[in-house]
C-alpha cells in the first residue's frame, strides 16, 4: 500500500509512521515528490488494516495496491474454474440455460415448467421456495410444501435445482433436495451465510448485491472459497443508478473484468438486471456475447398470476423466442468463447 | 393505482384486465385522454401484486399510488413515538448522543471509552460485538467474550448500550446484555432477522441500506412493526454514489422527509456517513440542524490502533471538539424543534 | 397527468384545483380511492408546466402519463430512421463501424489512421478537433490547423468524417470539411447548440449525457428534430454510477429501449463506456448483440504517445482483433436484426 | 504518480517505462513488493498525460498522488477568498442570502420579488433570464425584454443581482445590468464559457455539475481561476443519485471538504438540492450548519402561476418563516464560524 503524507507533517509523527509500519511487520520505503511526501509498504498487506494507518498523525491518505482477494483470483489459479452440476457444466465452453418461476407456487405450476424446460433442452430448474420481499404484506414464498414439488419434478425431468437460501438454517432444510444454493444480491454481504456455505459441498450461486464493487463481490466470493468450497459462480443480476426506464442497470462490463480477474465461472440474470420482459431477449444476447456462462431468467407459464414479478416473467412463447434467437447467435459465440479461453490461459502460464 | 394501457391494445385484453381487476376486488375507474388510456384501480392496493397485472397483455406500466408502508405512516400514527431507552428518550425534543468503538477490542478499551462518555454526559454507549466486514481477512468482531466487558461497563456508567446483530442467533447472545438491538446497513433487507427482531420487547435501531430508496427503507421497519414491536428508530448512515472524496454521501434530505412521512424518530451516524473523521464535526451538525433526533459516533482511545474503521473514528479530543461544538448550537436547535413538532402536530390533528 | 390530492385538502383548495386546469385548457377527470382522491387531466400535457400544479395547495404530487417527446417517438413515426452519410446508412440492417483518434494530433497520425481504416474497410473516420478537457493543463485539441488534415486524408480514403463542436461557432468552422456533427456527453443539454444544429443540413451524432435519464436524452434529441433537422444519431457512451472497475458503466440496456420507444439509430462508443481497451472487444460485441446500429471506437498507431484517452485507445493490432471477432459474430447478428426490425414494423403499422 | 506494474511483464517493457518518464522530465522511483511492483514517478505531474503512460505495454494502472487543481488549492492560497459584490462579501463571516425567481417573468413579478427581498433584507437578488430546459416545448425564460426589468428593480431596491449566463454571446448582452455571472450545472463543463467568464472582471456563481466529482468541480473553477478571474463562488445544487423521493440529493458532506482542500467560498441551493418546497428549510440550516457561505432560494410570490420551478419556489410566507428559521441558529452559527476560520489558518500558516 502506499501512505500519502500530509503537507506539514511533523518530524515526530513522520517517525511515527515508519515505526509503525516496521513493528508490523511491513518494510518502509520512502519517496519525496515536488508537492509530496509517500512512503510504500512492502509485505504482505492484506492483513493490515489500512484504517488504523490512515488514523495516524500525519496521513493524508492510503492507497492499496493489491487486490483484497486471493483465492479468487486468477493470478493464484490460472485456469477457469468449471462447475460440473450433475454432468451440467458452468465455466466450460457451452453457456448453461437456467429457468423456471421466481416463485414456486403449485404443484401444477412447476411440473408445467419443469416439462417445458425439458422440451426446450434447458439445464437447470431454477424455483424460489424461500422469497425475501421488500413488502411484508405480499407472497413471502411458499416455504417448505413447495420443496418436494420442485424436487420431483426436476429429478422427474433430470434438471438438476438451483434455489435460495435466506438464512443458515435453510441451507439443512434445502440440502437433500436441490443441487445449487443460490445467495440473493440482499444476502451477498450476510457473511454468518456465507461463512455456513462454504463449508457444505455444494456448488454457490452469488449474486452480485445491488450496489456491490468489484472487490466486494469477490470479496464475498472469497468468504465461501476460504472455508473450502471451491464451487462458486458469480452472477450479474444489475445495479441500482438513476436510470429510471429498467429496474436495475445490467452491467455488462463486469463480465469481461471477471473473465480477466478470476477464474470462477460468471452468468447473468437479465431478468432482474432489466425488469422488463419485452427486452430480456436482446441483454441475454448481450450478456452471452460479452463472455457470460450462461443466464438465468425467469419463466411463467402465465406471468399475470404469478405472484412475483410478473412482469419480468417470460410466458412460453417469450422463452422459445429468446432460445430461438439465442440459437442464432450460439455457433459464433462459442467460436469466440475457444478463443478468448486460449488466450486468458496463454495470458496465465 | 393507475394502470396506463398500450396504445395498440385490443379489445379482448383490454376487457381481461378490467375482468382481472374486478375478480380481485379492485373497483374499475376507466379514463381516456388524448394520447393514453388509463384504468385507476379503487380499493385496497397493498396485496394486489402490481407486477402481475403489469404483465398482462395490453398493459404499458402500472404507478402506484399509496405508500407501501402503513404501521410507519403518519397518517395513521399522527404523534412522534418516542423511544424509551431506561429513562433516555428518543424522538423527543433534546437530541441523544451515542458514542463508542466500532468494536469492542478489549476491556480496558471498552472500560476507558465508557468512563469518556459517563464524563461527556453522553447518553448511550455502542460497541459492535459481531462485526460483518468485507473480508475474510480481517478482524470479524471480539465475539462472545467481549459482550460482559461491554455490558459491565456499560452498568458501571449507567449507559443504555446497543450493539449490531448479525443473525437470529444473536439475538438471544445478546438479549440480556444490551438496550437496543441494531440492524446493519447490510442486513436492512434480512427479512427474517426483522421478523425476529420485531417478536422482541427491545428497541430496534435499524439503519439504512446502502442503496435503500425512501420506501425500501420504510418497509423494512413495516417488518417489525408488524411483529408487534413499535420501538424503532431509524438511521441515516449514507448512500452510496459516484462520489469519490467520502466514504458514502451522507443524504440529509431524508431527515425532513422521514419526519413529515413517519412518526419514528430518526437519528444520523456520521461516522459511516462521511468515513473521514476531519469532517464529522460540521456533518454532525448538519444533520441536527435538518432534524435529526440524535446522532451516533465512532470514538476510539487511539483511533491507529482500532482494529476496524481507524479511519472515520474520533479520538477523546475530537470527540471534544464535537460536543463543544454541539454545545454552541444547541439551544437554536432544540427552539427550532419545539416549533416544528409543534407545526407537524397541528398538521396532524 | 394525474395529480394526487393531499389527504387533508380544504374545500377551496380543491376547487381550485379543478379551476386552474380547466381553465388552461384541461379536462379534469375525478376519482377517489380509499386512501387517496386523484385528478387526471385529459388533453395535450406537453405544454403545461407540472412543477407549477404542483405547487397548488392541496397538491401531493403530479405523476406524469405521457412521454415528454414527439418528433422522437415511434409512435408518430413508426418506421426506422436511416441517417445516410455519402453513402453510408446508419440504422440499417448492416451495422457500421466509426474509428479514428480521441484527438488528431498531426497530419501523420491522422493519415496513418485513415490508411488503417481504409485497409480494414471502416466506414466512418472520428477525430477531435476541439476537445473538451477536464484540466486546463492539458491538451486542448489540435483546433484549427487540423481540420485540413482530417479532411484530406478522409477524402483520399473516401470515409466521411465525424467531429466535435463544442459551441455554436465551432459549427461554421467545421462545416465544410466534415459530415457528421457529434455533441458530446458535456454538451448534451447546451440547448442552444442542440437549437443551431438543428437549423443546419448535417446529421448529428448526440451523445448521452453521463448522467442523462431517457427522457432527458430523448428531450435533447427533440431539440434538435423541432428544428427541422431529422438526422439524428443517438449513441449511448456509458453512465456514471458507483463502479470503480471501469471509467463508466455501459448502460447497455438502453439500446432495445430505444429501438421499441423511438425511430432514431443508436451506436455505442465502448471506448468511452468502459475506459479501458482491454474490455472494448467484448463489450462491443455485446452493444452489437442488443442491437445496436454501429459502433466508434477511439483507434492510434501508438496509444502510449496519445495526447488523450491513450487508455481506452486500441492500437492497429487491437482494432485488428475487434474486427475479427466482429467477422465472427456479424452473420448471426444480421440474421437477427432483419427478424427484429420486422417485428417492430408489424407491432407499429 | 505511481505506476503499478503487471505481473509478467517483459524486461524490455519495463525499461521503455522507466525510459519513457525520465524522457519526459520525470524521476523514477522504483520500489518491489511481494505482490507487485510500482514505480513512483517524481516531478511536477499536471502536465503528463496519465492516459498514455496506463497505455504502455506491462502498465497496470496509474494511480495519480497530487490533486489536480492548483490555483484553486488552499496550499498555494491559505486565506479564504471573500468575494465582495458591491458590499456583499461572499466568503466572509456573514452567509449571505441569495434569493429570486427561477425565471424572470414580468416587470411586475420581479418588482414584487425584489420589493419582499429589500424589506426581508436578503443580500442578493436571483433572477433568470436565458433559462436551460429539458424540453424545446416548455418556456425557455423571457429573454432580452427581462433584462432590464431585472437591473431596474435590483438598483431601485439597492440589491446586486445574479443571472445565468448560457454561452458566450450571454455575457456581453448580460454584462452592465448584472453584477455575478451564474454557470449552470449543465454548463459547468463548457469550458470555453468558462474560459471566456475568466476574462472576465465579474465574480462568477459556479454551481456543481449534476454528477461532477470533487475533481471535475474544482478543475472547472480552475479554468475559470487559470485565465485570472479570481472571483469564484462555488455552488452545491445537489447531485443525481438513485434516490427518488427527491429531485437530487444535496451533497452537504462537500461543504467541508471543500472548506478544508481550497480557499473558494461555496455556497448552497435548497431549492435544486430537494426540488420539494416543503423541506427547503431544514436544508438550509443544515447546509449553513455545515459550513456554506450563504444559501440561494427560489421565490415566487404565487408559486403555482411560475413558468418554471413552481414545486421548489418558497411563496413569501415559506421565504419569511425560513429567514426565522435561520435567524434562530444564525448566532450560533456565526460563533462556530469564528472558530473554523481561525482553525483553518492556523492550520495553514
Redesign the interface.
Known amino acids: 500500500m ?1 501512505i ?1 503524507i500530509k ?2 507533517i511533523r518530524t515526530d509523527d513522520y517517525e511515527r509512521i515508519k515505526k ?1 509500519i516496521s513493528e508490523r511487520g511491513g518494510r518502509v ?1 520512502e ?6 511526501r ?1 512512503i ?5 498487506e ?2 493490515l ?9 500525519g496521513v493524508e491518505k492510503v ?1 492499496p ?2 487486490e ?1 482477494y486471493k483465492l479468487a483470483s486468477r ?1 493464484f489459479h490460472p485456469k477457469n474454474t468449471i462447475v460440473n452440476v450433475k454432468g451440467v457444466k458452468i465455466g466450460g465452453i457451452d453457456p448453461v440455460v437456467i429457468a423456471g418461476p421466481c416463485s414456486v407456487e403449485s404443484e401444477k405450476q412447476i411440473w408445467e415448467i419443469a416439462e417445458e424446460l425439458s422440451k426446450k433442452k434447458a439445464h437447470i430448474l431454477r424455483g424460489g421456495i424461500f422469497k ?9 414464498g411458499i416455504g417448505e410444501p413447495g420443496i418436494m414439488w420442485l424436487a420431483e419434478s426436476a429429478r422427474h425431468y433430470n434438471l438438476p435445482v438451483v434455489s435460495e437460501v ?3 438454517s435453510d441451507i439443512d432444510v434445502l440440502y437433500d433436495h436441490i443441487d445449487i444454493f443460490q445467495v440473493g444480491a ?2 451477498m ?5 456465507l ?1 455456513a456455505l462454504g463449508k457444505t459441498d455444494k456448488p454457490i450461486l452469488l449474486k452480485r448485491g ?2 456491490a ?4 463481490f469477490l ?2 466470493a ?2 465461501i472459497l ?1 472455508e473450502g468450497n471451491e464451487k462458486v459462480i458469480l452472477c450479474e443480476r444489475g ?8 429496474r436495475n ?9 471477471v473473465k ?1 480477474s478470476t477464474h470462477l465461472p460468471i452468468i447473468i440474470d437479465p431478468s432482474h ?2 425488469g422488463r ?3 430480456i431477449t ?2 441475454t ?7 457470460a456462462d450462461g443466464f438465468m431468467v425467469e419463466v411463467h407459464p402465465r ?11 417470460l410466458n412460453f412463447e417469450q422463452f422459445t423466442q429468446l432460445l430461438d ?1 439465442w440459437n ?2 450460439k ?3 462459442i ?2 468463447r475457444k ?1 478468448t479461453n486460449e488466450e486468458v490461459l496463454t ?1 496465465c502460464i
Do not use: C, W
Open positions: 502506499i500519502v503537507d506539514n509503525y520505503h519517496s519525496e515528490g515536488i508537492e509530496k509517500i510504500g509498504v512492502i509485505g504482505e492484506r492483513h488494516d489500512r484504517t488504523a494507518i490512515a488514523a495516524l498523525p492507497i495496491i493489491v483484497p493470478k425475501p420481499r421488500s413488502s411484508p404484506y405480499t407472497f413471502q435466506m438464512e443458515i440482499r444476502n454481504q450476510n457473511f454468518k451465510l461463512k445491488i450496489s464493487t468489484f472487490s466486494e470479496m464475498s472469497e468468504y476460504a445495479i441500482r443508478t438513476f436510470v429510471e426506464f429498467t442497470t445490467f452491467d455488462v462490463n463486469i463480465i469481461p473484468v480477466k438486471a432489466t420482459s419485452d427486452i436482446p441483454i444476447l448481450a450478456g452471452l456475447a460479452a463472455g406471468p399475470f398470476e404469478a405472484f412475483s414479478d410478473g412482469n419480468q416473467s434467437d442464432v447467435l455457433d459464433a459465440v467460436t469466440l478463443k495470458a
